[in-house]
Nanobody, 117 residues
Framework: QVQLVESGGGLVQAGGSLRLSCAASASIFSIHAMGWYRQAPGKQRELVATISSGGSTNIADSLKGRFTISRDNAKNTVYLQMNSLKPEDTAVYYC???????????WGQGTQVTVSS
């Protein structure tokens, strides 16, 4: 089972940007897809974005235009670029490895993103 470690979270003012990284312990080339999820206090975990092994991306409708997902297979790393951040983006962001049925097979430990107004 691949181990995932997120980094890049922190405190940012509204309108700012952050780039999250997810480093995998093994090659991500053979993983069907990688994804980012987030969970705000008192809310359910929600899907933010996914990227397939072939590079196809899917961003949650409410985040399109502000968030992008990318991957570097050579570095076994997936990124989430977040721009024009809003206080409602405050959450713990989790990286995940997905199978061909979009089921999560591995979770990272999460990284906190806090956006101040």
């Amino acid at each position: 089972q691949v181990q995932l470690v997120e980094s890049g979270g922190g405190l940012v003012q509204a309108g700012g940007s952050l780039r999250l990284s997810c480093a995998a312990s093994a090659s991500i080339f053979s993983i069907h897809a990688m994804g980012w999820y987030r969970q705000a206090p008192g809310k359910q975990r929600e899907l933010v974005a996914t990227i397939s092994s072939g590079g196809s991306t899917n961003i949650a409708d409410s985040l399109k235009g502000r968030f992008t997902i990318s991957r570097d297979n050579a570095k076994n790393t997936v990124y989430l670029q977040m721009n024009s951040l809003k206080p409602e983006d405050t959450a713990v962001y989790y990286c995940a490895a997905l199978d061909y049925l979009q089921r999560v097979r591995s979770w990272g430990q999460g990284t906190q993103v806090t956006v101040s107004s």
